[in-house]
């Protein structure tokens, strides 16, 4: 967001007063930022917890949408989102643009025009203004322009039409993702959301493509994949997504997140030209060869797959898969919640050499760490605890421009159940890999551990002004 050609760590939290704030640590200003609305807007309105970074102006600045709502009246609410421009000094909180009249439900970025600029892609979050018409949720891209987003020429895209036969409700948009999946150059559109059939049980989950193109996201040649009856199996939808190259054959790949699905799975699918489909896919969980742990059998599940992030954490050059499992027990602890990397390889994450991340990882039978972790991994003494949900969001980031990745985890409850009601809670922990064995272009996985480097709390943002309460509500990745 300032040009350095290093990424910021950004982190929600809610506070009092004030609701929703966004942290932003910068990789090379001697600052931090802390969002809430802008001085210029109305008294009532308020920050939300959706919020996406990307170059919207084509300035060669991340910049950075964040949702937002103020209320008009007693349960009248009016919706849009503040654009605050990146810039040499960082985010610029003085000239904050606002787009009103749009009901965030997701956010994403990426240039689906190919024009140098990004769009915003915005989904209702499946809602359905017109609860008789035959839509139930849309997604409305704003364009790029040298002056940033705009709402003039905006799209709005639905499910395709004609619905697929059978089909009587729907939930479109709950999720979205960009990225360019068939490899023309142009980023293309994901939407996800779940489909009901003619009965009760028929509701599954349905990932839909829309490719880029010089007008923007195209309705034509649209590509969809399904669970149920495409694949004869899974009938619970997809909740999260991310789109990374992560085979480097030129085409980004979509992984979908399926934490409700038998303990959690994610799903990678290889991009193509032809667009989704199930011919390039694999199914990873806790019982690939490869990958530790187990999948929980209690109500929750682990939730494996919650969160995901995609970036090389290892250094060999490939991007690696992180997986949050943020209600996974932990020894005899609930909730406790885990993070697992899958390395990637030149097919993509095959599960083969992952490492687990939970907050007894100290304990574990490793040798010493290396020297240079030392001063970190001595201040780190959480141990598990119930509900700490250790997971439930993370990031992989280029926050010092050399060598291998950071890794981010979120503990959104960390503290909650073991102090007074009201009192401040959540954690966002620094990782890194000590990989001994790490050698590049190795045919078979390093042996890697997680080392926790730093650790941040409420207590870290005292001097704001106000009290975060919530700390650790949202990660910003890549």
């Known amino acids: 967001m300032d040009g350095d050609g290093k990424d910021e760590l950004v982190i929600g939290s809610s506070a009092s007063p004030g609701g929703f704030v966004l942290h932003v640590q910068y990789s090379r200003l001697p600052r931090r930022d802390t969002l809430t609305a802008p001085a210029t807007a109305e008294p009532t309105h308020k920050l939300s917890h959706q919020f996406a970074a990307g170059d919207f102006n084509g300035d060669g600045f991340q910049d950075l949408a964040v949702a937002s709502y103020r209320t008009l009246s007693q349960g009248v609410f009016e919706h849009g989102i503040f654009v605050y421009d990146g810039g040499s000094g960082g985010l610029d909180r003085d000239h904050v643009k606002y787009l009103a009249g749009l009901h965030v439900g997701a956010l994403a970025s990426g240039d689906l025009n190919n024009d140098g600029r990004d769009e915003l892609a915005v989904t209702d979050g499946g809602a359905n203004p017109d609860r008789d018409g035959p839509f139930r949720g849309s997604v409305t891209v704003l364009s790029g322009t040298r002056n940033g987003l705009t709402l003039d020429g905006s799209v709005k895209v639905y499910q395709v039409v004609p619905r697929w036969s059978g089909l009587v409700e729907e939930n479109f948009g709950t999720q979205l993702a960009m990225g360019d999946f068939t490899g023309d150059g142009y980023d293309d559109l994901v939407v996800n959301g779940s489909r009901r059939g003619t009965t009760e049980s028929d509701w599954h989950g349905m990932v839909t493509l829309f490719p880029g193109s010089v007008n923007g996201p195209s309705v034509a040649n649209v590509t969809k994949i399904e669970g149920q009856s495409d694949t004869g199996g899974d009938s619970i939808p997809v909740d999260v997504m991310v789109m990374s190259d992560m085979d480097q054959d030129g085409r980004e790949d ?10 959690g799975r994610v799903i990678y699918i290889r991009g193509a030209v032809s667009g989704l489909g199930w011919a390039q896919h694999r199914v990873i969980d806790q019982d690939t060869p490869g990958v530790p742990g187990q999948p929980d059998n209690d109500s929750n599940g682990g939730l494996f797959g919650h969160s995901l992030a995609t970036g090389d954490a290892t250094g060999d050059g490939i991007p690696d898969l992180l997986v949050g499992a943020m209600a996974m027990t932990v020894g005899a602890v609930a ?127 005292s001097d704001l002004g106000f009290r975060v309460v919530h700390f650790g509500y949202g990660l910003l990745s890549n």
């Open 254 to 263: 979509l992984v979908l997140g399926l934490p409700r699905s038998s303990g």
């Open 335 to 461: 909730d406790a919640g885990s993070v697992t990397l899958i390395p990637g390889t030149p097919q993509g994450p095959t599960g083969a050499g992952s490492a687990i991340y939970t907050q007894n990882v100290v304990a574990r039978n490793w040798p010493k760490p290396q020297a240079e972790f030392e001063d970190w991994v001595s201040a780190i003494s959480d141990r598990p605890e119930p509900g700490d949900y250790l997971g439930s969001s993370v990031a992989i980031l280029d926050l010092d421009g050399t060598g291998p990745l950071e890794m981010f985890a979120e503990s959104k409850f960390e503290d909650i159940w073991q102090q007074a009601p009201g009192e401040p809670y959540g954690l966002v922990t620094t990782l890194r890999l000590q990989a001994p064995t790490l050698r590049r272009g190795s045919s078979q996985p390093p042996a890697f551990r997680f080392v926790p480097v730093k650790q941040q709390r409420p207590a870290d943002f």
